[in-house]
């Protein structure tokens, strides 16, 4: 991973109605189409954040598990809001206990990388800390995917050295 940690940490800011919007904007110097790849194709999927069973395409229904997570993963209703391949994959599930989660995942070409930027708003008053460091290191797993780089594996150390970034000091 060429980029520091200043640079793929997550940002979180408040809008104007008081949610919580959180960005993140990773890049690689990989073709779009790669990038699309990683975000899209089921084995590619799976190695960095989990697996989705389901329609594919605008309004495709069915459900996405997180499987790099502690425990038995279970699949929770989804939703592709979006999907314009290679540029925008707006996607939408349920979780327990909690309104829908909404990511808006959009890619482009600058300067000869692909840019990806990540969004996902909240609640206002929202406490995001803890799910901007979950993304974080989601986003550091399909960076390895794509560059082949290497992927976090140990959250403990994970949090270690990005928490201070987020306002979390190392316990």
Request: proline content about 8%; aromatic content about 10%; glycine content about 12%.
């Amino acid at each position: 991973m060429t980029e520091g940690l200043e640079t793929r940490r997550g940002v979180v800011t408040t809008e104007d109605d008081g949610r919580q919007r959180l960005e993140f904007r990773r890049s690689w110097p990989d073709p779009i189409d790669d990038v699309w790849a990683a975000l899209t194709e089921p084995d590619r999927l799976a190695r960095w954040i989990g697996i989705y069973e389901g329609e594919r395409g605008p309004g495709g229904a069915g459900t996405f598990a997180m499987t790099h997570e502690g425990g038995e993963p279970a699949g929770q209703p989804t939703t592709i809001v979006e999907c314009d391949p290679p540029r925008r994959l707006v996607v939408e599930w349920a979780q327990p206990d909690a309104s829908a989660m909404r990511v808006d995942l959009d890619l482009w070409q600058e300067d000869g990388r692909t840019v990806l930027r990540f969004v996902q708003f909240w609640p206002a008053g929202a406490d995001v800390v803890d799910w901007a460091m979950g993304w974080h290191w989601y986003l550091d797993k399909l960076g390895a995917e794509i560059d082949g780089g290497t992927a976090p594996t140990n959250w403990d150390a994970f949090v270690a050295e990005i928490g201070p970034a987020y306002g979390r000091p190392p316990s």
